[in-house]
């Protein structure tokens, strides 16, 4: 059984900074692409970025040039960094990878944080 845990989240002023992290943990063949989404209250989930397993990355238009993704294969964990955040970042944010494992080839959601941002 493969699990994605996240962590990081909480509130933060605007103009803040933040740093979400998500393990994956199991028995692991391979991870394919990592992303990450959010779910603001009333809203349905959006995409915010992704990154491949050779690090490419892409971004929805309205966090480009405000957060970074990246991963560390080694450790099966992806990362988000946001920075310059605004009130409209508020939205309890998912992560999700595409797995290979012993059971084949799924993706696979964590339970979401919160993040508020809010003065």
């Known amino acids: 059984q493969v699990q994605l845990v996240e962590s990081g989240g909480g509130l933060v002023q605007p103009g803040g900074s933040l740093r979400l992290s998500c393990a994956a943990s199991?028995?692991?063949?391979?991870?394919?692409?990592m992303g990450w989404y959010r779910q603001a209250p009333g809203k349905q989930r959006e995409f915010v970025a992704t990154?491949?397993?050779?690090?490419?990355?892409n971004y929805v238009d309205s966090v480009k040039g405000r957060f970074t993704i990246s991963r560390d294969n080694a450790k099966n964990t992806e990362y988000l960094q946001m920075s310059s955040l605004k009130p409209e970042d508020t939205a309890v944010y998912f992560c999700n990878a595409v797995v290979r494992s012993i059971d084949g080839i799924r993706t696979y959601w964590g339970q979401g944080t919160q993040v508020t941002v809010s003065s």
């Open positions: 199991g028995i692991i063949l391979r991870i394919n692409d």
């Open positions: 990154i491949t397993s050779a690090g490419s990355t």
